[in-house]
């Protein structure tokens, strides 16, 4: 009876999502985005989770709502890297706040040059302390000030886009997690048309709270089938 109950909010959120693709004939949210490819380098203790130097990614910079040009927008940096065995480990992040609590709420951003990027959820990496994931242009002077995609579509014909990561625990200074690096991506080169981070992640490394997080999955399920894709299965 009790897990009859807990899939009730499961099944509500994904057949809401799956109806709002459905209708949109695209994503609920970040409907339309730029396909990108690129690498990243982990730093640190996190090699040993990325594994050591360059490994190669493929990206999705998007916005939220898909408002008009130079109307403020949730904009998303959706990514996949490789694990240390070489297996897929999605990442989804969308801009927040900067302050001490702003950080951990989505907000709107004006442009490019002023995003940051953060997971909604925590992560814990083996048995270490929740940390939140961020992600902040290394050169915010060069980059487009509106949110429009076109306008960083036009950056991407000469230039590069470079993020810094880092992880962030309540109360602890942020520590690095790496850089990613992101061109646009050259045909055939970007091959997929979801990020999963609930699905696509290495084994001891876990996304919290849990409930939230089952709540999560159903949510790109639905969407993924409302607008015609293949449930995935899990990597191993």
Do not use: C
């Not at 999502?17 to 409907?31: L, M, Q, S």
């Not at 998007?62 to 403020?72: D, T, W």
């Not at 091959?191 to 290495?202: C, K």
Request: charged fraction near 25%; aromatic fraction near 8%.
């Amino acid at each position: 009876m009790l897990d009859r109950i807990t899939e009730l909010p499961r099944t509500a959120v994904h057949n809401v999502f799956e109806t709002g693709a459905r209708i949109r004939h695209a994503r609920v949210f970040h409907p339309r985005g730029l396909r990108l490819a690129g690498r990243f380098r982990a730093t640190g203790d996190y090699e040993r989770w990325f594994g050591a130097g360059d490994r190669a990614v493929i990206a999705r910079l998007s916005k939220g709502l898909g408002s008009p040009v130079g109307v403020p927008d949730v904009l998303g940096l959706a990514f996949r890297a490789l694990d240390h065995d070489d297996h897929p480990w999605d990442f989804a992040l969308a801009t927040t706040g900067r302050g001490a609590l702003g950080r951990f709420v989505i907000t709107p951003a004006r442009g490019w040059s002023t995003a940051r990027f953060g997971t909604l959820l925590p992560y814990r990496f083996g048995d270490a302390d929740p940390v939140w994931l961020f992600a902040d242009p290394l050169d915010p002077a060069t980059l487009p000030g509106t949110a429009s995609l076109q306008a960083v579509d036009d950056h991407l014909d000469d230039q590069v886009l470079r993020f810094g990561l880092t992880a962030a625990a309540i109360g602890r200074a942020p520590e690095q997690v790496g850089e990613l690096d992101l061109r646009r991506a050259e045909e055939g080169e970007h091959r997929t048309d979801f990020f999963d981070p609930i699905l696509n992640r290495p084994p001891g490394v876990a996304l919290l709270p849990a409930a939230v997080t089952r709540l999560r999955e159903s949510a790109y399920s639905g969407s993924r089938q409302g607008r015609g894709g293949d449930t995935p299965q899990a990597s191993t």
